[in-house]
């Protein structure tokens, strides 16, 4: 079955020339695009428009472009990635959109997230996050035997869970407080749930909470709405974990 | 270890603990409430309202429980200054995700009508009772003791005013819908949930929230329509 055309769609999008320069939204007309096509491929379509009639294309990020990288973002009519859920941008079709729709696409909105130009943010807070202990330090030599520390069934399944974040940012995108907790949580317990996790578990607490209250982002109150918006649904159950293992480590000084 | 109250889960911790305590001191404010409406004389009340005030664990609780209330009102001015101030530039279009509870998304207005509500109920019945009396008190002998009326100071309020009445209701739903946020909230800011855990709680959070809306307007309703 041939896929529906859409005639006419109105972008309303965020349009930054770079950190420093005030934005304004601009809205674009665009003909012609296939239910079938997906998002960022309608944005491809609407950027070749723009180069022939000689205006700077919309600068948006991507990569991989099939869900798992977590390099696209936006905040397509209110929602992160969109109306669909558990998809990134890159996996969103047009076919969730009808014709003659306005499209409102606007940047993350953080203070630890700031724009570089138009729909890019500087996610890099995260990267800066995950170097303060998202990670278990390893001595060097020969490789230890993968079945030689046991591990059980359950904690395998619940650390993976929490491992399939790919740090995309919609939680704080999402999140009315731009808190990264639903992140930090993530990335916390998928290391707290292992055995070799353990042996850095409260300085890891501890120094991500630390730097992600140093970054500028806010704290949770438990609205839900980062597991709604996830594109990986990791749950908000990952935060209690965290509030543990953090309040757990304060109280242990 | 003193940063520790400022840090982003400190601070909601700070929130749940004055926040569950408060939960408590509500269940035994309304259970001596309820006492009202099953006796007219007043006599069960005011023995309840005396024991109250008499006794020396609820005098020592008196002071805690008003520092708790400080707390936690102190601490959510903080953490909503905080939490408006990691969004600058806010979103054209924002989102109302369904997946959402209203009441979550509103605490701090809620907390904020919450607020209002109890100066006006500090007035009508705790600084009369505590500071400057009234003609309403006079004491009364329940048994073989001499007690404050408090009954008649409660009963003439909503005898005689059915907007005080209609404010008491809306003081008691507004805290029951507060607390459907509030009470699984502080369990989940302390650590104390998991996947299993998150629908229980929520569940209790629903029937204590009900409990508690039902329970402090059923009062002024009873003395609408009885009297």
Redesign the interface.
Known sequence: MADKILKKLNIVVWRQKDAKSKGRFETYAIENISQGSSFLEMLDILNNNLIEKGIEPIAFDHDCREGICGMCSLYINGHPHGPDTEVTTCQLHMRKFDEGDTITIEPWRSRAFPVIKDLIVNRSAFDQILQAGGYVSVNTGGVPDGNAIPVSHEDAEEAMDAAACIGCGTCVAACKNSSAMLFVSAKVSHLAKLPQGQVEAKNRARRMVAKMDELGFGGCTNTGACEAECPKSISISNIARLNREYLSARFSE | ?SK?VF???????MMSITGLFLLMFILVHLTVNLLMIFDDTGALYNQGAHFMVSNPVIRIVEPVLGLGFLIHIIWSLI?TW??W?????????????????WA??N?FILGGLVFVFLGIHLYNFYIKIKFTGSPLLEEVMVGDTNVHNTYLLVSTLFKESILYCALYIMGGILLGLHVT?GF??AF????????QW?NRLQWVARIYAVLVAVGFSIIPLYFIIRF
Do not use: D
């Open positions: 270890m520790f840090t982003s889960v400190g601070r909601k911790f953490i905080e939490n101030r990691a969004r600058p530039v806010r979103y054209k279009k924002a989102t109302r995700s369904e997946a959402t509870s979550s998304r605490m946020h699984w909230s989940q800011t302390i650590g104390f949930n998991n996947k998150l």
